[in-house]
């Protein structure tokens, strides 16, 4: 399967600890973002790379989130003392584009990372 | 600042029947771009169509249809002879792309129950 993947699929965790989703985009796509979800609500943006380099970050994105794209492929969003609002589920997506031009093209998204803090 | 407006939650219908799925954006852009999205109880969303603001046309693709009508802010989405396998909660999402930013806003969304 050549889509976008996301590990784990599911995280329970205690508050106050930390916790580390990974996303491999699709290979030859350039472009990743990270999106939450939380229950009956649509995705709402969190993060975007262009490459290597994080362009783009929500107001959503304390502090206590931090995400990276080391060599421009695979993703990690790390979330430090969580806390029970963390709780959503955590959808990456990636894209092909040319830096500084608009996105206007489909994303694809992984199945997400449901992440449970108790 | 934009907006996309879902106002129904939840629909079902009964398989074979007609269903229409709403969707209102605000958006102070005179480039935008319109999404549909599918997402099934995996969790993956699913892209189904997109539009921008300068075309107006509206589009059939098999079983499902686009009205996209910018008098009314509107980009309805209508499944005709619905299936069991169309349940789903059906995203619509906006993009302005004169805004210098690469995020989708998404409306909260439509869970559609087809019964066989």
């Known amino acids: 399967d050549t889509g976008v993947s996301q590990n784990p699929r599911h995280k329970i965790t205690k508050r106050g600890q930390n916790v580390t989703f990974r996303c491999d985009p699709i290979?030859?796509?350039?472009?990743l973002y990270w999106y939450r979800q939380t229950l009956g609500q649509g995705p709402e943006f969190l993060t975007y790379?262009?490459?290597?380099?994080?362009?783009?970050k929500s107001r959503l994105l304390s502090d206590r989130f931090s995400a990276e794209r080391p060599k421009g492929s695979f993703s990690t969003l790390e979330i430090q003392r969580t806390e029970q609002g963390d709780s959503a589920m955590y959808l990456c997506?990636?894209?092909?584009?040319?830096?500084?031009?608009?996105?206007?093209?489909?994303?694809?998204f992984g199945e997400g990372s449901r992440l449970t803090v108790l | 600042a934009q907006k996309v407006t879902q106002a129904q939650t939840e629909i079902s219908v009964v398989e074979k029947e007609d269903v229409t799925l709403d969707c209102v954006y605000e958006t102070r852009d005179t480039t935008y771009y319109l999404f549909w999205y599918k997402q099934p109880p995996s969790g993956e969303l699913v892209f189904l169509i997109r539009?921008?603001?300068?075309?107006?046309q509206n589009e059939i693709s098999g079983r499902y249809s686009w009205n996209f009508q910018k008098s009314t802010s509107s980009f309805n989405f209508t499944i005709t002879a619905s299936q069991v396998v169309d349940s789903a909660v059906y995203f619509c999402a906006l993009y302005n792309s004169g805004a210098g930013s690469y995020q989708l806003t998404f409306g909260k969304g439509t869970k559609l129950s087809v019964i066989p």
């Open positions: 290979s030859e796509h350039n472009r």
């Open positions: 790379f262009q490459n290597e380099a994080q362009l783009e």
């Open positions: 539009r921008n603001s300068f075309d107006e």
């Open positions: 997506a990636s894209s092909w584009g040319v830096r500084g031009r608009p996105n206007t093209g489909e994303l694809f």
